[in-house]
């Protein structure tokens, strides 16, 4: 085999293939930089609609346009070459019909070169991802908690506690059934989480749910720890990168104003070195 025989990427096939193998790995990424170090380690880079809260601070996930996802859909592309790439469909981009989704789903796909679209949603949107998969469009479903529902949920609140498990459970069920290749489990209690994934015959990617996930997805920013005041209870810290960076720049700023920076070897002389010349 050539040395530069390209890597084959991750494909949603081979994502299905996984259900209750080796877990899956996956994680956010809304830059090159930072898909580049997701690509060595990961099987999926998710451009998730999270980037309009953790890059662009709004205060929740609604205000994001399908310009901003095929935006950091493209900057992703171009750092990952082996991990699968899908991207979220935003708000009010694929709710309103199945042609709609369509319409949009396409226009990403083919902008930024992504395997899959990821939308919220269970029974509700099942018809919706029926639809897309007919006709192509590769889909990860998501239940539980919607971020995308956040003022009719009434915030951020774990979802199928109690006499709500049903719902949760019928949700997964449906997108199963739908054509969805797999479906994120959000803020969903431990038991149920593990119900649900040996229930339904996709792999399921948790993100507060339970260890017998399938596999499990974080924002990335959140599990580097690039936030200092912000510890979401199903987040595990892999590094305090926001304290680190903190530091730099109060170093930095200090060096400036104590004239310490630039040093001598900073700076250009006037003249070259005779030797240069």
Do not use: W
């Not at 889909?139 to 979802?159: E, F, I, R, S, W």
């Not at 149920?192 to 507060?208: W, Y």
């Amino acid at each position: 085999m050539s040395a530069n025989t390209p890597v084959r990427p991750v494909l949603p096939a081979d994502i299905l293939a996984r259900k209750g193998g080796e877990p899956l790995v996956c994680l956010t990424a809304y830059t090159t930089p930072v898909a580049r170090l997701v690509d060595a380690h990961c099987d999926i880079a998710l451009v998730g609609d999270s980037l309009g809260m953790v890059l662009h601070g709004l205060p929740s996930t609604l205000g994001v346009t399908l310009e901003m996802m095929i935006l950091h859909g493209r900057a992703v592309a171009r750092g990952i070459s082996k991990a699968m790439l899908v991207i979220d469909m935003p708000f009010g981009s694929y709710e309103e019909s199945p042609a709609q989704a369509f319409r949009n789903a396409s226009r990403v796909l083919g902008e930024t070169g992504a395997a899959a679209v990821k939308l919220e949603g269970g029974q509700h949107m099942a018809e919706t991802i029926a639809f897309l998969v007919a006709r192509g469009v590769p889909v990860m479903a998501h239940v539980g908690l919607t971020p995308q529902a956040v003022n009719t949920l009434g915030g951020y609140k774990v979802q199928g506690r109690d006499a709500d498990a049903a719902r949760v459970a019928l949700d997964a069920q449906a997108v199963a059934a739908a054509g969805a290749f797999s479906v994120v489990l959000e803020k969903v209690p431990d038991g149920l989480a593990r119900r649900i994934t040996a229930d339904i015959a996709i792999p399921t990617i948790g993100i507060g749910a339970s260890v017998d996930c399938d596999g499990q997805i974080l924002v990335v920013d959140d599990m580097l720890g690039l936030f200092t005041d912000f510890r979401p209870k199903f987040v595990k810290r892999y590094g305090e990168l926001g304290h680190a960076a903190d530091q730099a720049i109060a170093a930095y700023a200090a060096d400036v104003r104590a004239r310490r920076f630039p040093g001598p070897e900073h700076v250009f002389p006037d003249t070259l070195p005779k030797a240069a010349k």
